[in-house]
């Protein structure tokens, strides 16, 4: 080959790079807004049963191995529905964890039970003004769970405490239940809610999917969520889903809560029950490539370290 056709070559081939580079969507920093964790050494999680998939210890050190390549810069922790006596544990655990510098975790979200009254309240005093423990959960959208359990009266109360001290409320519900969201976010002005998993969208049930788009429309209305594009993956056939099936639920979510009040986060491992996180986190990036980076940004950067104080 002489120089020239040399040139040419190398000069086709940085055109054919840079537009694959082009059509491929920008690696932006992600701040994982959703990270589990469990050492079932340490920890015992109710609804894990033996022979589950999720039925193993899931620690920093596998964290660690699973984003690599991603560019995610920082997570936060949610809690993994742990046993109610191993509550105060969770919580010691993940503070000695984000201080030890040891991890990408910075902050973390706990397991909490409003509706127990001044036992809840004297629980959650001790982290106002933490600034590793940002927030609370309970999972509600278990089949033992009856609808309206989170607008009951000593729960609401519970909740509204959590604003007053300046704690936020994960809201983990069923696509039929975002009625209640909309009533537990009305009732609690003062406090800060994250909607998980895009109200947890019915995604493979194309009737119940024209529900939940009204019912989220009707949450997203108070300002005061924010709305978490995740968890939806886990819903999949695995091996056998498309980004399309995810495309409407994450593009209506964005819709209604708009770009500055919408979180993506990785649902990590529960989201490996779908596709591994690379695959998620890639139709993620996919669905929004044509939206200005700004926007893009905010979704999976910016509105976490603004919301959480990172």
């Not at 022979?51 to 949610?78: C, Q, R, W």
């Not at 919580?91 to 964890?97: K, Q, R, S």
């Not at 939806?232 to 964005?254: E, R």
């Amino acid at each position: 080959m002489n120089r020239r056709d040399f040139l040419t070559t190398a000069a086709t081939a940085s055109v054919a790079l840079a537009a694959t580079a082009k059509d491929e969507p920008k690696m932006l920093p992600i701040v994982d807004c959703h990270q589990h964790l469990w050492d079932l050494t340490k920890f015992k999680l109710g609804w894990v049963k033996e022979g589950d998939p999720l039925a193993v210890s899931h620690t920093p050190k596998e964290y660690a191995e699973a984003i690599k390549g991603l560019n995610f810069v920082k997570s936060v922790y949610m809690e993994v529905d742990v046993i109610e006596d191993h509550q105060q544990k969770e919580a010691d655990y993940l503070i000695e964890l984000i201080k030890s510098k040891s991890s990408i975790t910075v902050a973390a979200v706990i397991s909490g039970r409003p509706a127990k009254g001044d036992a809840f309240k004297k629980y959650v005093d001790q982290f106002k003004g933490s600034p590793y423990i940002k927030g609370l959960r309970q999972v509600v959208h278990n089949e033992g769970t009856p609808s309206g359990f989170s607008n009951q009266k000593d729960f609401v109360t519970g909740i509204k405490y959590l604003g007053d001290i300046g704690l936020s409320w994960d809201i983990c519900i069923r696509p039929g239940d975002l009625p209640d969201a909309v009533k537990l976010a009305s009732e609690c002005p003062g406090t800060r809610f994250i909607l998980d998993h895009c109200g947890n969208a019915p995604i493979l049930d194309a009737k119940k999917m024209e529900q939940w788009k009204k019912d989220i429309a009707k949450v997203a209305k108070n300002k005061n969520v924010m709305g978490k594009v995740s968890g939806i993956i886990a819903s999949v056939k695995k091996g056998d889903w498309s980004i399309d099936q995810l495309a409407p639920a994450v593009k209506h979510t964005i819709e209604v809560f708009g770009w500055d009040r919408v979180m993506f986060a990785s649902d990590w491992p529960v989201c490996t029950l779908g596709a591994p996180l690379k695959d998620w986190v890639h139709a993620a990036r996919e669905i929004v490539k044509d939206r200005p980076e700004a926007e893009q940004k905010k979704l999976f950067h910016d509105n976490a370290v603004k919301f959480y104080g990172l």
